[in-house]
């Protein structure tokens, strides 16, 4: 998985490319958790280029969507489609994230 980052004040747009699978997920992770004690209040996830996530990958959204509700923010999924949006759905968790 590739994934880029582009700050603008108190917000975060992320790309993710390709796929997700758990070694990715602890690095992606790592790398929203310390935008998120930077300040960044609003993270939208480009997920138009995504192709598969795993357990993990969904996992890292759900935590990453918990740790930016307590910090009074939230987190955007956009683009979501294919597999990772079926997946989404079929573990409920399209009635968790903001889905654009």
Not at 10 to 32: E, G, H, P
Request: glycine share 8%; hydrophobic share 40%.
């Amino acid at each position: 998985m590739k994934h880029s980052i582009k700050v603008c004040g108190n917000q975060a747009m992320v790309f993710l490319n390709d796929k997700i699978y758990v070694s990715d997920a602890a690095l992606l992770r790592d790398d929203l958790l310390e935008l998120i004690d930077q300040g960044i209040t609003e993270l939208r996830i480009d997920l138009s280029k995504l192709t598969y996530i795993d357990s993990s990958g969904l996992g890292t959204l759900v935590s990453i969507n918990k740790r930016t509700k307590e910090k009074k923010g939230r987190l955007i999924l956009i683009g979501a489609q294919g597999l990772p949006m079926e997946l989404i759905k079929r573990t409920r968790l399209d009635k968790v994230f903001i889905i654009e």
